[in-house]
Structure formats: C-alpha cells, structure tokens
C-alpha cells in the first residue's frame, strides 16, 4: 500500500514511510491510495465474529501488504488486550465504550497499535526514533503508556500548561523511562504547531529520527476505524443494525475521519454528528462551507479544545473538497459548557450513567437529533473519574468512584520540563537530547 499527502506535491511513501515521517513533507497527511470495500459476507457473517477477529480483518485492508498476516495479528491480539463492551443507556441510544486499556480512555486502541507497529518496522534499526506527541488531553496519557518501555523509543508529550485534569497530566508526567513531558506555556495549537513545525525543520531532520504519534500518523487514526466495526457487530447480533447513527465527541476529528473510512469500506452507517463544544471551526463549516481556524477556547471537554483540527484535511480529501457531499454524511452540533454540564445530570439523573464531559455532548446530540427508527451510537472516550473536578459536582459526591488503575497514577510524582511556546526554544531542547 502506498500513502499520498493531502497536498499532493510529493511523491508517494510506503506504509513504513508514513509512520515513520508521521507527516509528509509538504505539510500534508498521508492517505492510502485506495479504501477497499469489505466482501458483503464479511458483514453478513460480523455477529458471528470477536472483537479481534473482525478489527484483523480491517486491518488487513489497509496494512496487509506490508505486515505479514501472521505478525499482524499478533499486534492486533496485543492491542486488544481488554475487555470492550457496549452499555445501554436509554432505550436506542448506546455509548460505546474503549476506555478499558491502560489509561481509560478510547485513544489506547490506536496508540497501542502504532508502538507495535512501530516496533517491527524498527526491527533491530540501532538508531533512536523520536515520537513527538501533542496532547490537550487523552493522547498523551494514551501514546506515553502505549510506548512506555518499547526498546529504540523516546516519546516526547508536549501539553498545554494548565488546561488538562490533574489526572489526564498525573498519566504521562509520572512514567519516566522513555517518557518526557513538556509542559508548554500555550494551548493545544501551539503544541500542535510546535510538532508540524519539527517535522518541517531540516537541520532537526537531520539530527534526529523524528515521528509523531498523534492522529496525524495513519498508524494512529486508521485503527480507531476497529470499533466502528466492532459497535456494528455488537449492535447486529442485538438486532439494531439498522438506520445507524453514530455521534462523535470532535476536538482533532481523527475519530470521525476513521467513521467515515469505515463507511467508505462498507459498513452500514446512515449518517455520522459531529459533536462539539464551543470550538466549533467545524461546525461553522459544515453551516457555512467556509472553513476559519482560530485559537481554541478553554472549555470542560478539554480534549476538544482544538481551533484548527488537523484531520479536517483528511475530511475534505475524502470527499474531493465537496462542501455538498461532506454534508450528506456528516451533521453538526455544538453546545456551551452549560449544556454539557446539564446532560451529565439528567443522563445521571434518569439511567445513574456517569457521563465524562466529552461523551455528554455526543450523548446530548442523540437526545436532540436521533430521528424515529434510528440507531444512535454515541463514542464515549475516557473514564469520567478523568475529570473528577467536573464531573462529581453535578452527579453528586461519592457516585463516582475513582479506578484503580487510575489511583495508581494519582499517586505518582510528577515531573515535566517548561516549554515556552516559541519554536525555537523547542528546537534548542531537542538538538540538546
């Protein structure tokens, strides 16, 4: 399989290239070359198979030429290590839940795939890889226990000071071994710039083997295709397949932009929410077909502050830039951090399901838009006890208990380096690591 850049003015790389460069030269990302349709008796027979079996055979379309089949399965088996199931709500409404892996929250399944895949191209490469990661919240937490400990490997986590949950921060600032975290004085764009702008950097290039492990990089965004299937699979096997609609929680829209390669491959999805918080660029587009990035705003689904989403690239690829036909697929919704805060307690309220904020605007969107014979599905994408200052408050104090596996962060130290968010102080601590 080859990969083509979004801004189509260099030649095209391998699968290996891809993850490796994480972001093409000419500033765009990478696309394969072809989305190949799953056989019909793939979907007539998914009930019938595991989570791991049906995310095998996604894979295969889109990493089979280069993996062996009998590796990628192996990287697949290790991704999907935890349990992964779907819980009812309210009548015809799901959240489907991957929050299972080590840091609770969605974005594992990805960042485990790309450390193993990552780890057999290495193979016995001797020279360090540098993966640089951008975080306004979840992913970092997710990359750096994803790639905590693979031999070859440094992470680095840039995050925006003070704007993620003390936990969310506890999860990648207390590992240590191959995990470094700076702490930039900014927002998650300026972090995000901060990483484009490294791969842009010759003299770096040069210094260094650099890539990135956020959505970004094909080897991270394309697995979160994985649980679309698998909700698909659950929901047939329940006999609500049909009109499906699934509403997605969209700060950096990796998690949509792999949806909509799943409806692309096949699967039966009748129209996919765009669900956001009040850094609403897209949004606005999908209201007006003009896209107007702008710096992101704080709100309390922190990891949806995004002013300038980078997949929207992918999106607009997809579709041949088609305002029209982006459309038909995707709806938009955006809701103030009032709302947010006013679904988690009348979800609570009514089914004693704790939302975490992200996940409430996804929920809030089915309660608002789900039509008559619909399926909706809304993506929750990590544990509420992630932002227990939020979220205890309105659900009341001692209904929401905090996981284990997260206490265990919580009493960590943390250490983190300052980062101003100027280029060139970033430039100057890479070149002196």
């Given at each position: 399989?080859?990969?083509?850049?979004?801004?189509k003015s260099v030649p095209n790389v391998s699968l290996k290239q891809a993850v490796l460069k994480g972001l093409a030269d000419d500033k765009g990302l990478y696309m394969p070359e072809r989305i190949e349709s799953?056989?019909?008796?793939?979907?007539?027979?998914?009930?019938?198979?595991?989570?791991?079996?049906?995310?095998?055979?996604?894979?295969?379309?889109?990493?089979?030429?280069?993996?062996?089949?009998?590796?990628?399965?192996?990287?697949?088996?290790?991704?999907?290590?935890?349990?992964?199931?779907?819980?009812?709500?309210?009548?015809?409404?799901?959240?489907?839940?991957?929050?299972?892996?080590?840091?609770?929250?969605?974005?594992?399944?990805?960042?485990?795939?790309?450390?193993?895949?990552?780890?057999?191209?290495?193979?016995?490469?001797?020279?360090?890889?540098?993966?640089?990661?951008?975080?306004s919240g979840d992913t970092g937490s997710a990359v750096a226990n994803g790639f905590l400990g693979v031999p070859g490997i440094h992470v680095y986590v840039l995050y925006p000071k003070g704007k993620v949950s003390e936990i969310q921060e506890k999860q990648f600032t207390t590992l240590g071994q191959n995990i470094t975290a700076l702490e930039v004085d900014?927002?998650?764009?300026?972090?995000?710039?901060?990483?484009?702008?490294?791969?842009?950097?010759?003299?770096?290039?040069?210094?260094?083997?650099?890539?990135?492990?956020?959505?970004?990089?094909?080897?991270?965004?394309?697995?979160?295709?994985?649980?679309?299937?698998?909700?698909?699979?659950?929901?047939?096997?329940?006999?609500?397949?049909?009109?499906?609609?699934?509403?997605?929680?969209?700060?950096?829209?990796?998690?949509?932009?792999?949806?909509?390669?799943?409806?692309?491959?096949?699967?039966?999805?009748?129209?996919?929410?765009?669900?956001?918080?009040?850094?609403?660029?897209?949004?606005?587009?999908?209201?007006?077909?003009?896209?107007?990035?702008?710096?992101?705003?704080?709100?309390?689904?922190?990891?949806?502050?995004?002013?300038?989403?980078?997949?929207?690239?992918?999106?607009?690829?997809?579709?041949?830039?088609?305002?029209?036909?982006?459309?038909?697929?995707?709806?938009?919704?955006?809701?103030?951090?009032?709302?947010?805060?006013?679904?988690?307690?009348?979800?609570?309220?009514?089914?004693?399901?704790?939302?975490?904020?992200?996940?409430?605007?996804?929920?809030?969107?089915?309660?608002?838009?789900?039509?008559?014979?619909?399926?909706?599905?809304?993506?929750?994408?990590?544990?509420?006890?992630?932002?227990?200052?939020?979220?205890?408050?309105?659900?009341?104090?001692?209904?929401?208990?905090?996981?284990?596996?997260?206490?265990?962060?919580?009493?960590?130290?943390?250490?983190?380096?300052?980062?101003?968010?100027?280029?060139?102080?970033?430039?100057?601590?890479?070149?002196?690591?």
């Amino acid at each position: 399989m080859q990969f083509y850049s979004t801004n189509k003015s260099v030649p095209n790389v391998s699968l290996k290239q891809a993850v490796l460069k994480g972001l093409a030269d000419d500033k765009g990302l990478y696309m394969p070359e072809r989305i190949e349709s799953m056989p019909s008796d793939f979907f007539d027979n998914i009930s019938n198979l595991t989570f791991s079996e049906t995310a095998l055979a996604v894979a295969g379309k889109f990493f089979g030429d280069d993996v062996p089949a009998d590796k990628l399965k192996t990287i697949i088996d290790q991704t999907l290590s935890f349990e992964c199931p779907v819980h009812e709500v309210r009548p015809n409404i799901s959240s489907l839940e991957l929050f299972h892996g080590p840091t609770l929250a969605f974005k594992d399944v990805g960042a485990r795939f790309m450390a193993r895949l990552l780890e057999y191209f290495l193979g016995n490469n001797d020279k360090e890889v540098n993966v640089l990661v951008a975080t306004s919240g979840d992913t970092g937490s997710a990359v750096a226990n994803g790639f905590l400990g693979v031999p070859g490997i440094h992470v680095y986590v840039l995050y925006p000071k003070g704007k993620v949950s003390e936990i969310q921060e506890k999860q990648f600032t207390t590992l240590g071994q191959n995990i470094t975290a700076l702490e930039v004085d900014g927002n998650f764009d300026d972090c995000q710039r901060l990483v484009k702008s490294s791969f842009m950097d010759k003299q770096l290039q040069s210094h260094m083997v650099l890539t990135s492990a956020n959505s970004i990089n094909v080897a991270r965004f394309l697995p979160q295709s994985f649980y679309y299937f698998d909700a698909y699979r659950q929901l047939k096997k329940a006999g609500l397949d049909k009109n499906l609609v699934f509403s997605v929680p969209s700060g950096n829209f990796g998690n949509l932009t792999a949806g909509l390669f799943a409806k692309r491959m096949g699967l039966p999805v009748k129209r996919f929410i765009a669900a956001n918080n009040e850094n609403d660029v897209v949004y606005e587009y999908l209201q007006t077909g003009k896209y107007n990035p702008r710096p992101s705003v704080q709100t309390i689904a922190n990891a949806m502050d995004v002013g300038d989403p980078s997949n929207f690239a992918r999106i607009l690829d997809l579709y041949d830039h088609s305002w029209k036909n982006i459309c038909a697929d995707i709806s938009g919704v955006r809701y103030s951090d009032d709302e947010i805060r006013a679904t988690i307690k009348d979800v609570y309220s009514k089914d004693k399901y704790v939302l975490d904020p992200h996940g409430a605007t996804g929920c809030k969107a089915l309660i608002d838009g789900l039509n008559p014979g619909e399926t909706g599905v809304f993506l929750e994408t990590a544990h509420p006890a992630k932002f227990m200052t939020t979220v205890e408050p309105i659900v009341g104090k001692g209904n929401l208990s905090v996981p284990v596996r997260l206490a265990k962060f919580m009493a960590g130290e943390k250490v983190s380096v300052p980062l101003s968010k100027e280029f060139k102080d970033f430039k100057e601590f890479l070149n002196s690591h």
